[in-house]
């Protein structure tokens, strides 16, 4: 019987074995003598199970059914754009087990889902995500242990994303200065210049923006630890706040720092002409604005690599990681993993880490001070 706790969560989890197959599962609580009870609850409904004396009548539904219920569980506590990508990968689902009943859900079927969306091009990322999402249905009737221990992940390299050198950030902005989409230049540069997500910038209000202590407060984020997190502003993207926020006199705070817009070509056949603005709503996005610029600029990358970028320099300058990892809105559970994901170190940072470690040894000092002399 073991019951125990992941690191940085306050819930309880339990795993047992039986028959050869591992159960892993959330006891839900925080209470170490609950999870123990719970834990025996439910070995004896897998041994009730195995040997026919159980049956899940819950679970005797069709998958399509079962995870439109557990979108409508599960939608107020999300945020909009996860709910969507939850939605997205349900749609998914449904092409290959539409028809199934949950209970004839097995580990063949979900081998046979990952070969097929492989076969449609779809990123191992994506297939775990859905796979993910799948797991988590199955999880609410008591199912994924069942077939957990034959499911395989798909590997996912670490090092999806990449830092920019300085002269491609300089190309890349060139190309966005001359953007028919005004904000691009501001959004990319503070992208840089803060490592905010995308939807960080993008969903900005300006009372958000402190500009007598130089400072931005994060709305909603990715993560809880990122949501409210308060970021320093050093002087060049307080220098673009300000230019950014003399194009709106008559802002308020309410308003979004970047609202949606409709642009043409003024006269001169450079400058972005701004016939419409709405304040209220923000930018859609800058993908087309953005992918015209990266091609322009002969810059291969993603927008999400400028946090990248933001990241790895912090730490060749020597930032600790504690701090990296509070400006970045990470928690302490991923901090690791994005440790290896986002340091991208380049070999001038390894060398001077590493002669460290030589400066520290005894007698260096002396042998330094026997040189100077000489």
């Given amino acids: 019987m073991s019951v125990f706790q992941r690191p940085g969560r306050k819930t ?17 609580t925080r209470s170490k003598t609950l999870a123990i009870e719970i834990e025996r609850k439910r070995r004896r409904e897998v041994e009730e199970s195995v040997h026919g004396l159980r049956q899940n009548r819950d679970a005797a539904i069709l998958f399509p059914v079962a995870a439109a219920e557990w979108l409508a569980l599960k939608k107020p506590g999300w945020a909009a754009k996860t709910y969507v990508n939850a939605k997205t990968d349900v749609t998914h689902l449904k092409q290959s087990l539409g028809k199934l009943l949950l ?22 990322k994506t297939i775990n995500n859905e796979v993910g999402t799948l797991r988590a249905i199955l999880r609410r009737y008591r199912l994924w242990a069942q077939v957990a221990p034959d499911v395989r992940t ?18 890349l902005l060139r190309a966005c200065a001359s953007s028919r989409s005004r904000s691009l230049w501001p959004a990319v540069t503070l992208a840089l210049q803060t490592g905010l997500r995308h939807d960080e910038l993008r969903l900005l209000r300006w009372r958000q ?18 949501t409210g997190r308060s970021v320093s502003l050093n002087g060049r993207a307080v220098k673009v706040f300000t230019e950014w926020a003399r194009e709106f006199p ?5 308003h979004y720092v970047f609202p949606s817009e409709k642009v043409g070509v003024a006269t001169d056949g450079r400058i972005p002409a701004v016939f419409d603005t709405n304040p209220e709503q923000p930018i859609g996005s ?29 730490l060749e300058l020597g930032v600790p990681f504690a701090v990296v990892a509070t400006i970045m809105g990470w928690s302490p559970a991923t901090s690791v993993r994005m440790a290896k994901r986002y340091g991208h170190i380049g070999p001038s940072a390894q060398r001077e880490a590493m002669a460290l470690l030589e400066r520290a040894e005894p007698g260096a000092k002396k042998q330094e001070k026997a040189a100077t002399v000489q």
């Fill in 12 to 28: 309880w989890w339990f795993e047992f074995e039986y028959r050869g197959r591992r159960y892993r599962e959330s006891a839900g």
């Fill in 103 to 124: 209970t004839d859900i097995t580990d063949r079927e979900i081998a046979s889902y990952q070969a097929h969306r492989h076969g449609e091009q779809a990123s191992n």
């Fill in 154 to 171: 798909l590997r996912v390299p670490e090092d999806a994303g990449r830092a920019l050198a300085r002269e491609e950030e300089e190309r």
């Fill in 209 to 226: 923006i402190d500009f007598d202590n130089s400072a931005v407060t994060v709305g909603q984020s990715k993560t809880t630890h990122g």
């Fill in 250 to 254: 008559n802002r308020r705070p309410s």
């Fill in 286 to 314: 800058w993908r087309v604005a953005w992918t015209t610029a990266r091609r322009r600029a002969g810059v291969t990358c993603r927008f999400h690599d400028l946090r990248h970028t933001t990241v790895t320099r912090l």
